[in-house]
């Protein structure tokens, strides 16, 4: 299935921003499964492109002038080759996906919820894993609408729903409690029912040497729909813009001197 992509993000700001960095993980690499045929972004300045630690092509754009917003237009085609392929070791030791981070850190309820499931997993992993995913997308229904900040696994789960990264990284937390490499993955979902494309997240686990995915949000492994961005430990590692900026504003502090802008960090 070839899929045609147009994705453009609009971030505007309440102040003057006079600097600001972007790491952008908006560029698809072809794979086992997908071919990227073409691809374009168009950028208010040039930028840096290199690969990131996991692999993942990122662009670094900086800004060195005032600026209200920062538009980016990603543009188009992938073909989805063999859907059901997995992709093979990228050269990173799987077991760094052990590693929890602070938004697949788990919670007492969530732990308790995981560890429920380790003789389903020990004996069948692949099917144990599947009714993990099965069993999360019941007890945490989606939510609908963008998370400015993405929901860790222990929120997510306490508030019992989340947006598709925040069931990626409670599906992500749960198989790692139980043993395994697990990862969070960006991307572009094809809605078959309105034909509408939109950036959403899922999961991958090393099972048998490969990486097998799981979409929570839909109940299925990624499939001919889906088209593959940039992997990491959680949502930060493959969001597709991520950056720095500096605010031109000035802040009292309790004695009510002025302070200088601040640098802050965000992610898009």
């Keep these: 299935?070839?899929?045609?992509?147009?994705?453009?993000?609009?971030?505007?700001?309440?102040?003057?921003?006079?600097?600001?960095?972007?790491?952008?993980?908006?560029?698809?690499?072809?794979?086992?499964?997908?071919?990227?045929?073409?691809?374009?972004?168009?950028?208010?300045?040039?930028?840096?492109?290199?690969?990131?630690?996991?692999?993942?092509?990122?662009h670094v754009l900086t800004l060195d002038y005032p600026h209200h917003e920062i538009s980016v237009l990603a543009t188009g085609?992938?073909?989805?080759?063999?859907?059901?392929?997995?992709?093979?070791?990228?050269?990173?030791?799987?077991?760094?996906?052990?590693?929890?981070t602070a938004l697949t850190v788990s919670s007492p309820a969530?732990?308790?919820?995981?560890?429920?499931?380790?003789?389903?997993?020990?004996?069948?992993?692949?099917?144990?894993?599947?009714?993990?995913?099965?069993?999360?997308?019941?007890?945490?229904?989606?939510?609908?609408?963008?998370?400015?900040?993405?929901l860790s696994a222990a929120q997510a789960f306490e508030q019992a729903c989340g947006d598709s990264h925040a069931l990626s990284h409670a599906f992500i937390s749960a198989a790692r409690l139980l043993?395994?490499?697990?990862?969070?993955?960006?991307?572009?979902?094809?809605?078959?029912?309105?034909?509408?494309v939109s950036p959403q997240g899922w999961a991958e686990v090393w099972l048998e040497g490969r990486w097998a995915s799981y979409d929570v949000q839909h109940g299925q492994a990624a499939g001919p729909c889906h088209v593959k961005l940039a992997v990491g430990m959680d949502y930060l590692d493959a969001c597709p813009v991520?950056?720095?900026r500096m605010v031109n504003l000035a802040s009292a502090d309790p004695t009510g001197q002025m302070l200088p802008a601040a640098q802050q960090s965000a992610q898009q």
């Excluded at 989805?80 to 052990?98: A, H, I, R, Y």
């Design 77 to 100: 085609q992938v073909e989805v080759l063999e859907p059901q392929l997995e992709d093979d070791d990228d050269g990173l030791s799987p077991g760094v996906f052990l590693r929890h």
């Design 242 to 244: 991520r950056g720095q």
């Design 110 to 150: 969530l732990t308790e919820f995981a560890l429920g499931l380790t003789a389903a997993v020990a004996a069948q992993p692949r099917q144990g894993l599947w009714s993990l995913m099965e069993r999360l997308a019941d007890a945490m229904p989606l939510r609908s609408g963008y998370a400015s900040t993405p």
């Design 1 to 58: 299935m070839k899929l045609d992509i147009s994705h453009r993000t609009v971030y505007r700001y309440d102040a003057r921003m006079r600097h600001s960095t972007q790491y952008l993980r908006l560029t698809p690499s072809s794979s086992r499964r997908q071919r990227v045929l073409s691809w374009q972004l168009g950028l208010p300045a040039r930028a840096s492109s290199g690969r990131d630690p996991y692999g993942n092509c990122q």
């Design 179 to 196: 043993g395994k490499p697990a990862r969070h993955v960006s991307g572009y979902v094809l809605e078959p029912h309105t034909g509408e």
